[in-house]
């Protein structure tokens, strides 16, 4: 497969069912040994997809929400949300939420693809599964580097580390 197998667009409503399903596999295909395995096995796409109606619905003017659709199947293969910084005391104004795409699809430039179309090369920071050495790897290509920060995720019992990219 090659890029231009694939649309790369802003997310839509229409898109819920299919992000909700991408979204747990991913999650499901990552995490596998990062995550407990129990946790994994109960992600419900069909939740997944009617919590991503509502995200898109209600999303502010400045969240860039994209999706990666492959244009043979028409279903959703990764996404990107970048938007405002979620914390406290954030590295950058910017915060680059979220980037996934399914394993079936790594090496075929739609990371990179999604991370252009919603960040550019815009100052942003990120928080990673600490082990993920995929996504960071991914992340460093990028110019991001981890900068010291740590924060632990009792919920998904993971360690977290903080990336961030200043140009």
Do not use: C
């Amino acid at each position: 497969m090659s890029l231009s197998d694939y649309e790369i667009r802003p997310a839509d409503v229409a898109d819920a069912p299919s992000l909700g399903r991408a979204h747990v596999r991913i999650w499901q295909e990552a995490y596998a040994e990062l995550m407990d395995a129990d946790y994994l096995a109960g992600l419900d796409p069909r939740a997944r997809g009617e919590r991503w109606a509502t995200i898109i619905e209600q999303m502010p003017p400045a969240q860039r929400t994209r999706v990666a659709v492959h244009r043979a199947s028409g279903e959703v293969v990764g996404f990107v949300t970048v938007d405002a910084a979620r914390d406290d005391d954030p590295a950058t104004p910017t915060e680059l939420w979220a980037i996934n795409v399914l394993a079936d699809h790594h090496g075929t430039g739609v990371a990179q693809a999604l991370l252009d179309a919603a960040l550019g090369d815009d100052d942003a920071y990120l928080w990673v599964v600490e082990g993920n050495e995929r996504a960071q790897s991914f992340y460093r290509r990028n110019g991001f580097a981890v900068d010291g920060g740590r924060k632990r995720d009792e919920r998904l019992g993971v360690d977290e580390l903080r990336m961030t990219r200043r140009g």
